[in-house]
């Protein structure tokens, strides 16, 4: 697969390459650069791993399949965790929500748990 399924276009640019051509005469050809940040996952008996990567692929034409230039992993590191609870030592973050009527308070590992569970059911549903 030249490109995982979820991925987000973060740049693009035109390109010029000059091949030469088994005739001997020299040819341009214009194609599209893309950066994406992609995600993909392994799964196996004990736990489903996103990755995240960094993909540049090439287009030579609206109706072509892209072709991979450059894949690499992105790092993700887990944050410093403070004393209370906060990521880079600062205290946690907290965002009222109001569901119903009533207001209640959801940190952002709540938020981050969400996020992880639907990407989980998009991947296993696929």
Known sequence: MAVPPVAVVLDQQMIQ??????????KKQALLEKELFALSCSVND????IHALDVTVVVDSPASLPSREKCSMVPLKAPFEGANGGMNGEPAPKRAKIENGAVYVEDNNDVLMKEVETLAKIFTSA
Not at 17 to 26: I, L
Not at 46 to 49: I, S, W, Y
């Open 17 to 26: 390459r000059t091949s030469k051509s088994s005739d001997g005469d020299w």
């Open 46 to 49: 004990v736990a489903l791993t």
